[in-house]
Structures are given as C-alpha cells and as structure tokens.
C-alpha cells in the first residue's frame, strides 16, 4: 500500500523488540467484546487510477461554474484566482506544515499571518486582525459572542440583510447563552429601521454590508447612535473585493468587522472551506477569538514572529477561553494574502471598479428583461431582481439550469415560509463573466419567463 | 559551530525576506486585469471609498520569490519527521489534492440547483456511509469546520437532546484532567459547567470517581480515547454503562482516532458521539494551521438532533435537506454552506486509496510505530506509562532531572537536528510532558534515525552539557523568540 512504508519484516523486526508476538497483543486494552477481527465489510484499497476515475466520474455529474453563463453569489463568489496562488500554496513546506507553535520552524507561515493580519486590518480599516477563523458565518456569532463580553450586554440586535446562513449560525451558537438575538425580517429593498432599536440594553447591531440583497448602506449614522448606546457595531462583508471600492467598514466607525474571504485565493468548492475574517479596535483585542501572530525578537536581536496573546485560547484557559477555536483556516489565509499581494492596492481597487461594472452593465441588459425590477437602489456586484408577481424564482432557476445556465440563487431556497420572497432572485456578476454570458442569461430568461 | 558574518545577512540557502509592506512600490501589478468600462460611482449607496488602502504593489515574480522564499523557513511533513502527539501529522497524498482540484468539483457554488451537483453530493453522501460505516453509528453531521467545532456540534446535539426530554436542568460536564483545553472550551460554549475528573495511576479515567460524580444533574462525559497519554480506556465499556446510567450521554473526543480505525467501531463502546479530525485520521493537510473538518457521528438518540444540512437518498436522487423535516428537530446551523467540502473530497480520495484493509493496516502500523519508538527509548527517557501504548508514547521529564535541562530545551535541541518537536507540556498529568505519535507513515529506517538522535541527545543531557541545549536551536532562520516581549507589547499588524 503505497501510503504505508512497513514491509512485512519491519513488522516482525519491531515486534520482536517490543517483545510482542503480533500487533494485535498491542490492542490488548481494547475490551474483548469491542475487538473486531477483520476489516470491515467496505471496499479494499485502490491504486491511484482507480481512485482518480471514482472523482472524474463523480465530477462529471455536476454542472461546473466554468461550463455555464454563471451569476450565482449570495456569500461565495467566483472570482479569477492568479495562476501563482495555487502553485505556491502547493509548497510541501506550507502544505503539510502544523500550527506554529514552535516558531523557530514555522517563521514562514508566522510572517505569512502577520501579512495577512496587516492585510485584512489595511482592507476593512481597523486597527488589528487575528489570524483568520472558520468562515464568515462562525466569525459573525463570535464577534456576537464578543460584543456581548465587551459591553456586559446580552442583546444583539441583528439586520434582516444578514446573509440567512450566518443569521442561522448565530442563533444557534446563541441558543444555549444568556444572550437574545432580536432579529429583523429579510429586508431586499434595505428600508429596515436599525437606529430605532438600539437602546441601553443593546450589546451590538449586526449589519451586512454590501447586503444579502446587495444595498449599500452608509454605516456612520448607524454607528454614531450604536456608541451613544454604548453598544457595538459589527459589520459583515460577504464580499471582501467590495472593499476596494466601498468605503471600509472601519472608517464607517464600525468595532469589530468580520468577512468571508472566500473572494480572494479560494475558489468555490462548492461551499467549503471558507475563510472567517475578523477585526477590530485595538482596545479590544484582548477580547478576540482565534490566533494572532505577532513581532518580537530572537536571542540575536533579530526581528522575528510568534503566535502571541494566547491566553485568551483554550489551550491555556480552557473554559475561560474567550472562544473553542484552535485551528483556524491558515492554509486559505495564505491563498487570501498571496492573491492580495499579487493585486497589490492598485489592482484591488481596479478589481472592484471591474466587478462594479460588470453588475451595472447586467442591470442594463436585464432592462430587455420584461417584468423584471431590480430591487435595491445600491449595489456593488450583486443585486436582487423582482421576476414579477405570479412568477416562481425557484422553477426559472430550474429552468435556466435546464438550459445550461447557472441564473442566481432564488430568495425562496432561503426563506421558503416568505410567499412574498418567492419572485425574488438574487443575481451577481464578476469580472469572470464575459458580455456573451450576459446576453445568454437575457435570452434564457426572456425565454422562461 | 562556526558562524559566518555575510553582507546580505543570508546565509546560503537562508534568505533574509522582508515584509511585502516593505516592497511594495506603486505601479506595479501582479494580476493583469482588463479595463472596466467607466461607471458613475452613483450606485454605491454615497459612501465609494475614499483614499487608498494601504497594500503594497508587487509584481508576479517578486511574489513567487516572496512566498517561495517564506516557505523554506518552514517545516513540514514533506520535509521530515514530525512526531507531534495528539495530531496525527501523516503524509497527505498528492492524488488527493489532484481531485480536489477537478473543476467538476472545485468550480462548484454551493447554492447551484440541486440537479447540477449530484456528484458533488454524492462525495458527501459517500464519506458520510465511510464515516458511519467505521464508526457503527447511524447518522453524522458534516458540517463542523474543525475538531473543536465538532466537539461543539456534538454537545449541542446533547443539549438538545436533554431540553427536548424536559431535563435542561442537566448543566454539568465531567472532562478528565488530561483533556484537550478544547473540550471545557466548548462546554463553556454550550452553558455548561466544566468539573475535571482525576485519572488513577495507570492514566485511565478512575471510574469510582467519576462514578461519585455522576448525578442527575450531569449532561455528559466528554473523554478522549485513546486518552492523551496514549493509553486506551480500557474500563470504557463500565464507564459508558455508568454515565447512561445517570441519563447522561457519552461524547468521545475523536482525535486519537487513527489509533483504532478498522480495529474497533466506537458504537461498540457506548458512545454517543464523537468528532473525527478529517485532517488528522484522513489525512487531509494541515496547511500550517487548518482548515480542519470535524464530521460528527451521532447514536440514534441524538441523531434527530443533527444540524442542517445533510444529505439524503431521495426519489430524485440525492437531496440536501437545508431545513427542519418531519420526524426531525435539528439544533440549528452551525456554519455556513455545507461543510469543508474540499475536505472531504481529500480525505474521501484517502479513504477510497486505503479501503478497508488500509485503514486497519495503518492503525495498526501507527500503533506499532508507536510501541516501537516506547521500546527502543524507555531505558533513557522516563515513560510515563507502561506500554503497551496506542497511536502515541508519553514521556515525562524524569530523565532530566538535575541535569538543568527542561523539556523545552530537549525538544529545541531536537530542531537542530533536523527533527520538528514533539508535543510539550500536553497532556498536563504528567511533569513536563513529552508526547510522541510517529504515525504509520514513518518507515522504519526513519525511526531508527529518530531513536538514535534521541538516544544521543539523552546521552549528552546526562553528561550535563546544559548550556547546548540551553542556546538550542542554533541552526534554524531564527532562534528562541521572545514570546514575553510579543505579549507585553503587541505588534499584530504592520504600520509604516
């Protein structure tokens, strides 16, 4: 077997020095009735071919992003990833690396995430960053989690544009808490009333933005009465190429910004792994989940890298730990900061512009749609449509598919008890599409509807 | 050791590498990007940003060499030995990042019509029957991002479970003294109480102790095994009895569980559910610290508890249920999408390579290897326990004593020597802890090499040359690091 280096005469030469007649004496503290003496009825081993055949077939049942007009978002979005990213994130020395923990061996993937950490605090506009969490739904109910602790408060308050995945993932971490979620309904035209609700009781207001919709909101009103309140704002970004374009959350006067950074170095992998971002003021940071990685010096003087502030980790405090997190997404931080780094602020920005452009050009071209009414007034690149009032998103979804076309996510996968939401369709476009996807999603359309 | 004093401040192969704040210059770019059309900015809700970033511009082959050059001062398995207790760093096969980057299953959105990812589902389907299959129980949850997320997801099944029968009242959970600090983390996530239990001298959970603190105000035991001394629980069937006993359930942590794949089914134990480490069992990288993924298996008590989404055989194929169904009362959600699919898609690549047979034969080699390493070190480096030992040996810092030499210095001189440190200080039951888990990747030519270095290292603390372990290591791109400094004034980000 190609993974396992014994040969039958290691074996035997090993158990002769442990002194043992057969392996299985070395399972003796397994209680007799739970041994099981054979493998278990599941297939044997494969050699590569076979193994690589098994995937191929699997992958060729499904209908790739590449092999269709495709303008799916709604939280993981398609984006070119710079040939460069893959191949270095291939080195065995990031690959098959452990947690830094012992730093002497690991200043590669430590001065990666304190790249990274100055990266994601330079995008959102905040102070400092950890060195990533699960994914942006996890990092959402941890900065929850967080405002709660800072603020002593057990309310939150969380919009109706919020992603329904990650409205989800905070309840749930919250439902065993002290803590209540006050959570708004969905909200696609972005009128929702959040001022009006902050009061003294109030811990943090969660906000998306750009929102699951796609509305942009100017987040300074918002934040002004938060901190009057004496309550956070955390801020949610679904779209971290939004950032190149929108003002950043940070200089908005948010507290904690948390992102999934899926849009940069990852592909979609149908959904997973993603890359929880999170940020923050620096008086707060003692109060942060997730590892940091930070500057110090050797026993020479010269500057070098260490995970620090651990004591605010399970490792050290067990159940006083501000969070459960250990491991985090470090091989997809390093996916993020490359591309980063290959975009440079110039091409971050440029980015953007592009992928703003390609939304604004769909929103012309749906104008040939008849019916059709796009829903929020702002957007970055991603909005969603109205379909018209008798009309199903869901079934033209269906159809579209049936036609080769990848056409959105319809609202109703998400909050199929809203009969109101059923003609909704949540639409998004990047500098991946070309005009002739464009035109091709048009046509279908027209044709379906 | 002779040092050389070059101009650069290299040393050879040993590159400085500054920052990428510290290269940037404005005008380069590393991605050439087509022009956007001109827009109005008049759509972006008033607030288009206002003044630059902050990230430096850098071209292509300045970041190839910046990474590249950041990657050799790591180490990794490909690299060599890494005897890290209680992770389990085996090899990860390339075939599986190969599949993992088939665009039928990489270049898929997790929201597509379900029609268009029947295959991506059946990966999931798949691993899912594996998991079960090796584990004899009758439902996991996928979705848990890590091992700690799954300890989670497992204790919120428990949680629902009790609320449902009326008896939320259940607050306790009894975590022996050895346990990961991830265990009363997520306990203290879930609104319980933590209260430790005591190990008896051979390092098993001491049953009358944990029986005298069973109650019926107790949710759950949460024990890891094999424990993290190594040692299986071999009491393990009582204690399940035990706990059931009170109406608690029995959560196992599962990241031993390399250990006994295809030898024992965890059903057969008692327990209720358990998370396996997909990148420590299968193999899937570590990648310098995640991303892991943490599928939990769940009894059929707990089963109706599960979090959405999961996968189901239906009329038309395969579906994945995204809400609450009949019969069923999901806990909730715990990320979002649908799990770390790309991890599973490796570790089912692992899983299908190794089939059955495999498995049992890697645990059995990992526990093998293990008892080898205990055999040929315990006369010069003080073992905790007698073996036999399971995937991984504890050793203590016994041998050490008066020499003036701490576990620390003993594993920074191993670094030297081309070796990455075992685990320290972990399990904390024992002084000065030494834990070392080789896995069934290492080939026996590679453990010899290894006992003969630690054999000599052990040699030479006797001797009493503190002062080279003291300044070890002496030959990496950095030395000891100052972690006091870096706590005491944080630099977390760069600033010009």
Redesign the interface.
Known sequence: ??????TES??S???A????SD?D???????A????DQ??????????M???R??????????????AP?F?G???Y?HHI?A?V???????????????Y????????L??L??F???V???TGM???N??M?????ATAEAVLMACRITKRNRAILSGGL?P??L??V???L????ISADVLPPDPLGFEDLVGRVDSSTACVVVQN?GFFG?????GPLAAICHEAGALLVVMVAEPTS??????PG??GADIVVA?GQSLGM????????LGLFATRDKY?RQMPG??????????G?R???L????R?????????T??????????A?AFS?H???????????????N???A??LEQKLKAVKGLKVLP????NEFAVHLGDEVNAAQV??KL?AKGV?GG?PAS?FY?SWPELAPVLILAAT?TNTDDDMDRLVAALKEVL | MTETNTISGNRGLQVEEPLIFEMGCEGRSGVDLPDPAPVDLDRLGGVPRRGKTGLPDLSEPQAVRHYTRLSQKNYGIDTGFYPLGSCTMKHNPRLSEKVARLPGLADLHPLQPQQTVQGALEVIHTLAHWLKELTGMPAVAMSPAAGAHGEWCGLMAIRAAHEDKGEGYRRRILVPESAHGTNPASAAMCGYSVESIPAKENGRVDLDALKAKLGPDVAALMLTNPNTCGLFESEIIAIAQAVHGVGAYFYCDGANFNAIVGRVKIADLGIDTMHINLHKTFSTPHGGGGPGSGPTVLSAALAPYAPVPYVIESAGGLELVEGARAGTKPFGRVKGFHGQFGVFVRALAYILSMGSDGLRQASSDAVLNANYLLACLKDVVSASFDGPCMHEALFDDRFLKESGITTLDFAKALIDEGYHPMTMYFPLVVHGALLIEPTESESKETLDQFIAVVRGLAARARTGEAEGFKAAPRLTPRRRLDETLAARTPVLRWKP
């Open positions: 077997m190609r993974y396992l280096p014994l290691d074996r030469l090993m158990l020095a442990i002194g043992a392996v004496e070395l399972f003796c503290d397994v209680p009735a739970a041994r099981l493998p278990l009825a599941l297939p044997r081993h494969q050699g590569e076979e193994v690589e098994a995937f191929t077939r699997m992958a060729g049942k499904n209908l790739s992003a590449g092999c495709f799916i709604a939280g993981v398609r710079p460069a893959d191949q270095l994130l291939l080195r065995g020395e990031f690959l098959t690396a452990y947690t830094p012992q730093p002497e061996v690991a200043q590669g993937t001065q990666v304190f790249e950490q100055s990266q605090a330079a995008i102070d400092v960053a060195a990533s699960y994914d942006g739904a996890t992603h995945h990650y989800e993932t309840e749930t971490s439902r065993y808490t002290e750009p509305g942009i909101r100017d987040l950032l190149g374009l929108i003002q950043s200089a908005m999934e592909g979609m992998n149908f959904g997973g792994p993603g940071v590892r940091l990685a930070g500057q110090t010096l050797d026993v020479d010269k070098g890298w260490v620090t502030l651990s004591t980790e399970q490792h050290i405090r067990r159940e006083k730990a969070s459960n997190i250990c491991t985090n997404s470090g091989l997809c390093l490359i980063l780094t290959m975009l440079g602020g110039t091409g971050f920005g440029k980015l953007a512009e592009l703003h452009a390609q604004v050009m007034q702002s957007y970055y979804v269906d598919a990848l996510v996968r199929p500098e």
